[in-house]
């Protein structure tokens, strides 16, 4: 009577699969016993199907009917068997033993949620989708590939769509989006997003619990295929085999497959030369640092999404501060709104300012404009209003001057940052004064040591 009801309500290749191997055991009061093939089968049955099940228990039993496995084993390996990994279990003392049954029965407690959605997971986090993907010149072309593939998986000559980039620029985001995109445009799509680290667990443990058959068999199925971070496979030189079988069987069968590396692929080393190659296949693609007005873009539809306003002086500060990466900037909002509903303030510049210095001092190789305008100042003995006024006094000047200089040196910030941060200078006007210093600490013994021990204040 279950698998009538999972007939019914689960695609067809995936009840072939997963439905028609169960054998049902016993039924005792409410508890029905199903005897599964291996580990690996009943995992997934409890990581993919949980909804469905319940759906036919409560069909065919009823609300307290309860789902025990049996799993079958060699004689030789009833003691390894390995401990569900999602599922509270419990075993079943008396369990009788049918022959080739392992005694130990795992009991699942099924949540009652979520009762309609009925297909396969996929793993994805619906809030990473296109519309809040914020899309600039350091994007454009992954962003637009994406699309490109999601509006189309395996039929576009980007397969597979490979996208690198540093940490925090958005490539998690970027392959989730395209996954919900195709899952929300063709329900009878599989996607699956998985990390490479999620991959070689499940490969390890599929080897250990002898079930590497059905591993294959479930990546088998999959149409849309997200691996996330490649560079985790580097060295693993099984986990690439089988990566290498499934990426051949889905490329061949039509299938799209999407991955991300933090570095571009001929710079992962110790990954198998025939994987790379098949990498060239599609299209290789990379994520930059985002310009200023990405970041700028990014924070304020960050802010929109929070139904929080920001003055535009705000916003400006915080996307000439913060360039390494999205996730630092938004890192930054989050903290600053935090602050302004802790202290019950608005968020000004003056509040800006503050929480910057904290979440840097954190960080105690990176040094802020800020800092370097303070030492500078001190060591001058002038004040900071000074550094960015207008004033072209020679006492000035040349801290200013300094102080341009160092920011370059220690900080990451472009030069148009740079001249925002001394009253709104452009960025020639910051090119010139690094010019002069430079030439005074080739001419000037002095400004040489002045320089260095400047610097030396920083360490
Ligand atoms: P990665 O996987 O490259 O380390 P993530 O995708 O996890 O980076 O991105 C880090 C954070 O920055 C996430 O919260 C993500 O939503 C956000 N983010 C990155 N790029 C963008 C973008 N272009 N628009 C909006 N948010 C972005
Ligand atoms: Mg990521």
Redesign the pocket.
């Known amino acids: 009577n279950c698998l009538r009801v999972l007939q019914e309500i689960v695609p067809e290749a995936s009840y072939k699969t997963w439905f028609e191997p169960i054998v049902p055991v016993r039924m005792q009061g409410s508890v029905l016993t199903i005897q599964v093939p291996s580990e690996f089968f009943y995992e997934w049955l409890e990581e993919n199907f949980v909804h469905a099940l319940r759906k036919a228990l409560d069909y065919a039993i009823g609300r307290d009917g309860q789902l025990e496995y049996s799993i079958v084993v060699d004689q030789g390996n009833a003691q390894n068997r390995p401990i569900a990994v999602n599922m509270p279990t419990t075993k079943n003392p008396q369990s009788s033993k049918p022959d080739n049954v392992s005694p130990d029965i795992l009991r699942s407690p099924f949540q009652l949620k979520d009762l309609d959605s009925l297909t396969l997971d996929s793993y994805l986090n619906p809030s ?1 989708t296109f519309d ?5 010149d350091c ?1 454009r072309l992954a962003r637009n590939a994406g699309h490109a593939v999601a509006s189309r998986p395996g039929l576009t000559s980007f397969n597979p769509l490979m996208i690198y ?1 540093g ?8 392959v989730q989006a395209i996954g919900n995109f195709v899952k929300n445009n063709n329900q009878d799509k599989f996607v699956l997003y998985v990390t490479s680290e999620k991959f070689t667990n499940q490969f390890l443990n599929a080897i250990k619990s002898d079930s590497l058959r059905d591993f294959n068999q479930f990546y088998m199925q999959v149409d849309v295929l997200v691996i996330d971070d490649v560079q985790f496979l580097q060295k693993k030189e099984k986990t690439q085999d089988i990566f290498f079988h499934i990426f051949n069987h889905l490329h061949q069968s039509g299938k799209q497959i999407i991955m ?1 590396s933090d570095r571009p692929p001929t710079a992962l080393g110790g990954l198998d030369d025939r994987l790379l190659s098949r990498f060239k296949w599609g299209l290789t693609t990379d ?1 930059q640092t ?1 310009d200023l007005e ?1 970041r700028i873009a ?1 924070i304020q ?1 960050k802010l929109v999404a929070e139904g929080v306003y920001i003055d535009d002086s705000v916003i400006e500060y915080l996307a000439h501060s913060i360039n390494t990466n ?2 630092e900037l ?1 890192g930054v909002v989050v903290s600053l709104m935090a602050q302004a509903s802790l202290n019950r303030r608005d968020i000004d510049l003056e509040l800006a300012k503050m929480t910057l210095r904290n979440i840097v001092v954190n960080d105690e190789k990176e040094i802020t404009i800020d800092t370097v305008q303070e030492m500078v100042a001190d060591f001058y003995n002038v004040t900071i209003a000074d550094l960015k006024s207008k004033s072209r006094k020679r006492e000035v000047v040349h801290p200013r001057q300094v102080a341009m200089y160092l920011a370059k040196e220690m900080t990451e910030l472009s030069l148009k940052s740079i001249g925002y941060h001394f009253g709104g200078r452009d960025h020639s006007t910051v090119i010139h004064a690094i010019q002069l210093v430079n030439d005074l600490i080739k001419e000037k013994a002095e400004i040489r040591e002045e320089i260095a021990k400047l610097k030396g204040y920083f360490k």
């Open positions: 990473y809040n993907y914020v899309e600039g994007n980039g940490v925090g620029l958005g490539k998690t985001h970027l991300t994520l985002p990405t990014i539809k999205v996730r938004e």
